[in-house]
Structures are given as C-alpha cells and as structure tokens.
C-alpha cells in the first residue's frame, strides 16, 4: 500500500486551511458549488486545482483548529464518520474520537513540536461508524493557522488483508509438506488395520462385532481427515486454471447446499452480471465457496427459523496487492462475499481463524478455512473475514482472466 507522506500533506493544504464557519471568510459569502474550493480562488487557479485533489483523495482528510473546531472536510471524511460536512463543521474533533483515544496526544504533539507524525494502527471505532475501524494517522501543522492541523486517515483493511494473507500462505506451505507425509505414513497401516477388523468381524460374536465395526468406522474417520490434509500437499502436480464464470460455481454451491445441509437457509444471490470470469480452477472454487456455505450453514445452526446466507459478486478495480516473488502489484478487481447471519466468528479465534486445526465445533477439523485460504492464496488472490453477531462476511478477491492467460 502506497503511504502518502506527510510532508506532502502539509505543502497542499491551502484548500483546507479555511477559517471556521461564522468569520469575514466564512461559509455564508463562500459560493459553496466545492466543498473545498478556495474562498479566493477562481476557475482554473491553483488553489481549485489543490481543491479538487484534496476532494479526489478516496482518504478522509480533516483541517482542525486549535480548539478542537473542525474547519474543514474532504467527502471521504463525510463517508467515513457518517456525517455531512455542514454536521461536522459544527463540532470538535474529540467528539469523533472513542474515549481515550491515542489520537488526542498526537495532535496535541504536532501542535507542540510544528512538525508531523505518523500513528499506524490506531482504532477509530465507535459505536456510531462501527466497530474495529482501524486506521494509519497522519498529522501535520497547518501552515497559516496556529495550533490549526491537517489530520489524514488511512484505513487498514488493504493492508490487514495482505499481512494476513501472508502469515496464512506461511501457515499452508509447512502444513502442505505435513499432508502428504501424513497421508503416506498413516493411508498404508490404516487399511491394514481396516482389513484386518473385517476379517474378524466374521469370526466373532455379535458383542464383539460391533467392536469390529467401529474399527471400522474409527478408520474411516482417520481415512478422511488424512484425505482432506493431502488435499494441502499438491505434490508438486500444476493445477489446471483457465476462464471461470463465477455465478455458475456459486448457482452450483447454493444447490448442493440446499439438497443437504442447508436445506432450511434462505438464500440471497446479488450478482453483478457483468463481471468478467476469474483466472481460477473450478473444482477448487467449488471447493472453497462449499467450505464456506458449509460454515455459514453450521454458524447458523439447525433451528434458526431465519437463516440467511448472501451471496455477493461485484467488480472492484483499484484493488492492487504486492505479493512475493512478483515484480509488480497484481490487481484483484473481482470481489465474492459469502455473508451469514449466524453467531459471528468468536473474538479470540479471529486472528488464527484461517490457520489449521482451529475449530469450535466438536467434530470439526479445522482444516476447511486452512485449505480455502491455500486455494485462494495459490490463485493469487485474498481473503478476510470480517464479523458481528447476526453479520459474518468472509471476502475473497481474485484476479481477473485475460486472454493472455488462457495463451499460458
Ligand atoms: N461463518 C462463520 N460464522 C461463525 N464462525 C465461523 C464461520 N466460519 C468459520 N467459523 C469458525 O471458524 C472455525 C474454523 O472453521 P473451519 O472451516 O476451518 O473448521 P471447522 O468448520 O470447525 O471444521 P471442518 O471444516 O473440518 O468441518 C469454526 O470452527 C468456527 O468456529
Ligand atoms: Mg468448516
């Protein structure tokens, strides 16, 4: 993610260093046609010019006064607090802020040292924009106002979701060498132990052949999950990608699931029906896109009466992600939701949600958003999850399919 520095903030703040509403140069002979023109500026002059940057700028930017007044917002900052620009011209700043907040010295430093800083990671929820908003902080000095600053937030979620993704590729590789060790040691006895009850289960007594019979079917188990963890070892084999329609495999998802486990859930389709088709294996998408009804269906539970499942497609150009060993930034403009309104993800098993063998449920492997995540990572793409009781959504973006792809 590109960070603007903050010394740049500081050289373009002409168009926000406004005096507040109710002075000489105030909003009432201001023709208000931009939210951030310039009161002296005409068309075509450089502060219209810096005036439209500031209000193109998809960050929320805020010029603040010395007392906490805020004198001006970009509409990103509108968007982000919820609020319109006249709203929070009327307040001060700390009334934004969750209590004790961080960003209360911060600015109080700026004001004191006349020079900028950067916070990373700083949480600006509340209850009135949401939960968990985290942000990177930047603030300057306002040039022409004393103890005035220029404030720009940064939300985290890009960069929260390559981190993350990162730490889970991590996790995939040593549990995709761990799969296929497992799977040839263990697949060989098991049948043997296998072969052997069903032997017995011939020669012995009605009381000890229900023994036999669950050998058996303790081996089966065994069986499964040792198949489900070399489903992480590729064996080195190339795994076939071509041009994907999407809502095809997400119509295909959404019957297997309605035949079976989610058979009392209402589904919900929003799809863009323009969306080109995504660089992907289809088997393995089907793969992914079950996993995650799956658990969506289970987080819901068997007597909710009001079970929903969303499923969302959308075109999202913009979205663009370093990933190592490639020179340049892949961008991900395709975006799949798969949203429920089940109990929410527990708090404590949100930063190990996508790592293997976390589960809550008691015949649960914890190896479904393990094997989603190396699928979605091994297509170059993300995925996050995000969740609130009664709204879980877990977020995948994926690349796009050229036809250079298809030449490949
Ligand atoms: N949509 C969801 N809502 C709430 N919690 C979820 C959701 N999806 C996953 N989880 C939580 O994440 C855990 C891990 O999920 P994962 O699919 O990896 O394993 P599992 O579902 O427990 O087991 P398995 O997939 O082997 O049946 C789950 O046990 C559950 O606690
Ligand atoms: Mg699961």
Avoid: W
């Amino acid at each position: 993610m590109i960070r603007e520095p903050a010394s740049k903030l500081g050289a373009s703040t002409g168009a926000l260093a406004e005096p507040p509403a109710g002075t000489a140069a105030g909003s009432s002979t201001q023709p208000l046609t931009h939210p951030l023109a310039h009161p002296l500026a005409t068309p075509g002059d450089k502060n219209v010019q810096a005036a439209q940057l500031l209000n193109a700028l998809p960050h929320p930017l805020l010029s603040v006064a010395g007392d906490g007044t805020i004198l001006d917002v970009n509409p990103a900052a509108e968007l982000f607090f919820a609020m319109s620009r006249n709203a929070l011209r009327r307040i001060k700043f700390q009334e934004l802020l969750p209590f004790a907040s961080p960003m209360v010295s911060a600015i109080e430093q700026v004001r004191q040292r006349r020079a900028p800083i950067n916070e990373y990671r700083v949480d600006l929820g509340t209850p009135k924009i949401g939960v968990e908003r985290f942000v990177d902080i930047h603030i300057a000095p306002l040039p022409n106002l004393r103890d005035g600053v220029v404030i720009m937030l940064q939300e985290r979620t890009i960069a929260d979701k390559m981190d993350r993704q990162l730490t889970h590729r991590g996790a995939a590789r040593s549990l995709s060498a761990m799969g296929a060790m497992m799977a040839h040691e263990i697949k060989n006895p098991l049948s043997g132990i296998r072969g052997a009850a069903q032997l017995l289960e011939t020669a012995v007594g009605d009381e000890d052949r229900a023994l036999c019979r669950l050998i058996c079917d303790e081996t089966d188990r065994i069986v499964d999950l040792v198949e489900r963890m070399e489903a992480f070892s590729d064996g080195g084999r190339p795994v076939e990608r071509g041009a994907v329609n999407i809502h095809e495999v997400l119509e295909h998802v959404r019957r297997v699931a309605q035949a079976g486990f989610a058979r009392r859930i209402r589904f919900v389709e929003s799809y863009d029906p323009s969306l080109p088709h995504v660089l992907a294996n289809r088997d393995q998408l089907v793969q992914v896109f079950l996993n995650l009804v799956k658990n969506a269906a289970e987080a819901i539970g068997e007597d909710a009466c009001d079970g929903e499942i969303e499923l969302t497609t959308a075109f999202r150009p913009g979205v663009r992600i370093k990933s190592p060993g490639k020179a340049s930034p892949v961008s991900l403009p395709l975006e799949f939701c798969v949203r429920d309104n089940g109990a929410g993800v527990p708090e404590d098993l949100m930063p190990h949600l996508f790592d293997p063998f976390v589960t809550t449920k008691s015949s649960g492997t914890g190896l479904g958003l393990a094997l989603v995540a190396k699928i979605i990572g091994d297509h170059g793409g993300v995925i996050e999850c995000e969740s609130h009781a009664r709204k879980t959504v877990f977020r995948i973006l994926m690349p796009v399919y050229s036809r250079r792809d298809g030449a490949a």
